[in-house]
């Protein structure tokens, strides 16, 4: 998808951090908007942030993790602008600690947002996008978390790694389907946002996220040491993004030493050893 201007973006997760990001540069890119969030005070504010035409921005908040609010949010984008032409699978949440201390509740929370929302998204979003024929993109904010495994990120690296799955079967289903419909799925490492502060967005319905513990602790505090150390901004991720989805580039990985790590794994897989690259990886 080269051509943006005057394009409907869609961006979930985009009341801050990164999704603000692809907000200012789809924005730059002369598309028109649809912005929506959990946090719907947040949402207004960044909104308003943009300094957009209200003609050519709507902010809708929804909760992307319920199957109802995802189609809602599809509803009001195309009854507002007629047309979507890049959705932005971006909504997603932190959350760290020892895989055992992990509750249902977490596991439900994690793969909710980060993973059944991307579901969401592809089904209440693409089959109007494909019946209007028109050169289009899904972007998937997935993680470098969705390529090695760090320890103490039980239920984000397996929500991300269901990301990537889920964007890779996307993307050879509408390859053999001739589809003018490109998707891409967006890996970076370590980024300061308030992801390590995902608990503050937490829907009701999951409880409350409860205190680490000891042995936990140290988990979550390299969480947080990381994000905010994170060398590449929320801008610089957006702009690879664009580009990179600009030039038809399936997998997006800002991090340059990413790529090594990932190798390092599957090297690992194919030879069947013991799995060593995750301990070495900089970074989620
Ligand atoms: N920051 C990083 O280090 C990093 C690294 C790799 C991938 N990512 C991914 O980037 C995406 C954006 O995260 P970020 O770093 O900008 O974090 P962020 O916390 O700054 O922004 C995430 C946004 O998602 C919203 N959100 C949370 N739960 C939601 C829900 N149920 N429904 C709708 N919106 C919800 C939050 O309110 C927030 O505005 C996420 O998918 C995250 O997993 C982040």
Not at 14 to 17: E, K, L, P, Q, V
């Given at each position: 998808m080269q051509d943006f201007s005057d394009r409907v973006a869609v961006i979930t997760g985009?009341?801050?951090?990164i999704g603000l990001a692809l907000a200012r540069q789809a924005l730059a890119r002369g598309m028109r908007l649809v912005l929506s969030d959990v946090d719907a005070a947040a949402l207004d504010a960044a909104g308003r942030s943009l300094g957009a035409d209200p003609a050519r921005l709507l902010t809708h908040a929804a909760d992307v993790s319920r199957d109802a609010e995802v189609a809602a949010l599809a509803d009001a984008a195309f009854a507002r602008f007629g047309a979507v032409h890049l959705l932005c699978n971006n909504a997603g949440v932190g959350f760290s600690r020892l895989a055992v201390e992990h509750s249902a509740a977490d596991w439900e929370w994690v793969i909710g947002v980060n993973l059944f929302a991307v579901a969401h998204g592809i089904r209440h979003f693409l089959p109007r996008m494909q019946a209007a024929g028109a050169r289009a993109h899904v972007l998937n904010t997935a993680s470098a978390a969705g390529l090695v495994s760090t320890p103490g990120l039980a239920a984000y690296n397996a929500s991300k790694q269901g990301v990537v799955a889920l964007s890779e079967t996307l993307r050879a289903e509408l390859a053999a389907q001739r589809s003018p419909i490109g998707v891409s799925v967006l890996c970076p490492a370590w980024v300061p946002t308030a992801i390590h502060a995902s608990s503050r967005a937490r829907p009701e319905r999951f409880g409350a996220t409860a205190p680490a513990s000891e042995a936990s602790r140290p988990y979550e505090q390299g969480m947080e040491h990381a994000v905010l150390a994170g060398r590449l901004s929320a801008d610089d991720i957006a702009r690879t993004a664009f580009e990179a989805v600009a030039r038809e580039q399936f997998y997006i990985l800002p991090h340059s030493r990413i790529g090594q790590a990932v190798q390092e794994r599957f090297a690992e897989i194919a030879a069947a050893a013991v799995p060593t690259a995750p301990s070495r990886a900089p970074s989620p």
């Open positions: 985009a009341a801050g951090g």
